[in-house]
């Protein structure tokens, strides 16, 4: 299966910005949907953003809309999360997924729907 590996995370100020990346190794990466998850300390895993397998559909979580910005790059098997406006109730750990999603509208959002994790990286931001 497709193996995942965050990066990007780290301490930023409330109000800054921050990318994170997704790398995918294997040679199915435009076969597959992609997700970013995030889970803050006692919380559960909740869905931020999906994007299509062609780049072309979006889809946010209405905490995140007009803030973050999903992206892909399928040359590079990478998948992106623009993070901007932080504020300290985006601290998560955060997770790229991927998921067997056929349809052009990428409504997935629960974890059940992905099939392939990766680690998570830390992000932080301060008050």
């Known amino acids: 299966q497709v193996q995942l590996i965050e990066s990007g995370g780290g301490l930023v100020q409330a109000g800054g910005s921050l990318r994170l990346s997704c790398a995918a190794s294997?040679?199915?990466?435009?076969?597959?949907?992609m997700g970013w998850f995030r889970q803050a300390p006692g919380k559960e895993r909740d869905f931020v953003a999906a994007i299509s397998k062609s780049g072309n559909s979006t889809h946010y979580s209405d905490l995140v809309k007009g803030r973050f910005t999903i992206s892909r790059d399928n040359a590079k098997n990478t998948v992106y999360l623009q993070m901007n406006s932080l504020n300290p109730e985006d601290t998560a750990v955060y997770y790229c997924a991927a998921a067997f999603w056929e349809h052009e509208i990428v409504t997935i959002t629960t974890l059940y729907e992905y099939q392939h994790w990766g680690q998570g990286t830390q992000v932080t931001v301060s008050s």
């Open positions: 294997g040679r199915t990466f435009s076969s597959y949907a």
